[in-house]
């Protein structure tokens, strides 16, 4: 179980950041910015591997703790977590050379959401078993 959660959050993470670089390359090509001295593709990487890493260990230890609805508590607590990081974005400092740094929530804001969003799609894979005995499919 707990190889699974992590491999799962390990995996999640590096989909999350695969699609995150990818909005990040289209998001600028259309806009025209350029936020590269404030968030690297490495850095959104990082963030992404990180965050599906902590996923992994929290699910574990909910299913742990108190198993039965431990992946209901744990994709609401993952979603709610995701809205709440949104306001991050429009705490940051930027550097006063940045053109357009109205743009940058518009950047990163969606970017929140690809961790949750790449736990989601991917489970069903990982936790097959779990999903036919509870569900008798």
Not at 20 to 42: E, H, Q, R, W
Not at 69 to 74: D, E, G, I, N, Q
Not at 86 to 95: D, S
Request: aromatic letters at 12%; hydrophobic letters at 55%; a positive charge.
């Amino acid at each position: 179980m707990f190889k699974r959660s992590l491999l799962l959050g390990i995996v999640s993470g590096i989909l999350a950041g695969v699609a995150s670089v990818v909005y990040a390359k289209v998001y600028n090509d259309a806009i025209g910015t350029d936020f590269s001295a404030v968030i690297t593709p490495l850095k959104i990487m990082l963030a992404c591997i990180a965050a599906g890493l902590l996923a992994g260990l929290i699910h574990y230890g909910l299913m742990k703790a108190i198993q039965h609805r431990a992946t209901l508590v744990f994709n609401l607590l993952f979603t709610v977590a995701s809205f709440a990081t949104i306001v991050l974005p429009f705490a940051k400092k930027l550097p006063l050379d940045i053109e357009f740094p109205e743009l940058f929530p518009g950047l990163v804001v969606p970017m929140h959401f690809f961790p949750v969003l790449g736990w989601l799609t991917l489970y069903p894979l990982f936790f097959r078993s779990e999903l036919i005995h509870k569900h008798k499919i």
